[in-house]
């Protein structure tokens, strides 16, 4: 059975742009009970990198959801050398029953006869309501197309039609002509009616006068070196001063046009996800809006958050969250501390705020116990409760909504995205001075460098162990997570192993003030990681690449005027999908077998 198609498209590379195809979007999808898709496109030129459009990609996404909200559509942003065939890659991948364009950025001809829904390009403005349409009929296999999307704006604006039976001269009526000139005849939107012979373009400029738009069906095939609409259309467009609406049907007899090679380089491929699923935290401020979204949608919403030993900074995080999105804005369903065995105060503190805490020794207790954020992470999902679930970590000195608001907007807004992944500047305190982009040493001299080397997809992450993240319920539970410092970059690797790339996001929140670690606890970190990112090029090439005896680090500190070694074991272990444990499956009320 296959799907009905009607969704109309809106394609633009400016907010000005796609503002004006908006109310023509309106009338249209109302008319055939549809949805609105807007297509933002930011070109990149041929020999530059797609990244290069990131900042105009947002600034895009920021304006033109303004815009569309007023209509409730759906906003996709795509950055491209090759603008036309991003469109028709939307059109494919959406089932557009129609595509609006402005007439100023009109395709080439190839691209227009191979579509394969209707095509209309737009000269606004939209025309105010009690307007008068100017309907030229001429014969064309366009003119019933033409008649209904005439109809349609005239219905939405309270509008009348006057009908234009424009001929060349010697031209003759065929039986289809004759039939919708009887329809036309018929509709009581239809108030006036002029038969002409002659120029049809100098007809319709002449009679536009006193009109508010034009409609009209444009040229099937147009002769070589005409224009696409063809010469009658273009010169229609460009004299009359009123706005106007040109549009074609697929027509199936017409042969495809060549395609041009497409390049799927790893580089091109980061390049584009880098422009396209980068977000900034200020795009999700509106926390009304959000609100609204999360119940158009029925989302429930939980927020975790690990902690060990963070009496410092504990108190004021839970109570700016819960105060801003429980008790201002009901963003968050549930927060819940998932403490790890803290010694000092972090559970009295929490305890009196009234916010619910659990040790995560306690949640689903496991034959062979392990410690770790990853641990805490992996339980947390059988304490949660919400649909999407974020996480922030508790030891964040500036806190702000931003962290909360920030990881959670795109999936919000993004049906397509399974995770999101905050990234920020991390200041480094050096003696009394701040170094701006000190921190994160980790991320760029291990996490970035074997990501790059063995999962280049991942290579557009700006900070892949930031630990403000959130996801979808569904693509969490389904994935392995490493007990300890190893989860992020383990989720991040799974992540895309499931769902592509393009299922993940990530998100500018600024600025991350914490206290930084030693270089010692930072090596133990990194050694983990590297761990992890070998057991899983191992598992993908079927060899294995870390074993029993790769999992001990000599440590060499420095005290009393000498150098000591230390071993250390450090391990990289995990935890299955949490689908797969059946405590958790009958929780959540599947009781079927594994």
Known sequence: MTTEKRSVLVAGSSKAEIEALLPFARALADAAQGGIIVLGVVAVPDKVSLSAGALEARRLREAVERAARQVEATVIL??????????????????????????????????????????????????????????????????????RYAVSIAESRHGEITVLHALAPGQGVNRAHEDLLKRLRALPQVTRWENVRGDPARAIIRASRGHDLVVMGAIAVPRPGDPPIGPTVARVLERANIPALVVRAPLDRI??????????????????????????????KDLTQLVRLKEKQGLTISLGLPALNEEKTIGRIVRMVRERFMEQYPLLDEIVVIDSGSTDRTVEIVERLKVPIVRHADV???????????????????????????????DIVNIHPRFVYGILGPLIREPHLQYVKGFYQRPLRIGRQWEARGGGRVTELVARPLLNLFYPELSGLVQPLAGEYAGRRNALESVPFFAGYGVETGLLIDILKKYGLSAIGQVDLEERVHRNQSLLALSKMAFEIIQVVMLRVGAARGVELVDELNKSMKLIRYARDEFQLDVADIRACERPPMIEIPEYRKMRGDSKSL
């Open 78 to 147: 795509r950055v491209a050398h090759q603008v036309w065939r991003e469109v028709e890659k939307t059109i494919e991948d959406e089932a557009c029953a129609l595509v609006l364009l402005s007439h100023a950025s009109a395709p080439p001809p190839e691209w227009l006869r191979k579509q394969p829904c209707n095509v209309a390009l737009v000269k606004p403005p939209f025309p105010p309501k009690g307007c008068r349409i100017l309907l030229p009929i001429r014969g064309g296999p366009f003119a019933a197309l033409a008649l």
């Open 255 to 284: 042969a495809p046009a060549i395609q041009q090679p497409v390049d799927y380089t790893i580089s091109v491929v980061v390049d584009k996800w880098f422009a396209e699923n980068t977000f900034h935290a200020r795009e999700f």
């Open 364 to 394: 689903l207790p496991q034959p062979v116990p392990m410690s770790g954020k990853g641990e805490a992470l992996w339980k947390s999902l059988y304490v949660l409760r919400g649909d999407l679930i974020a996480w922030i970590d508790t």
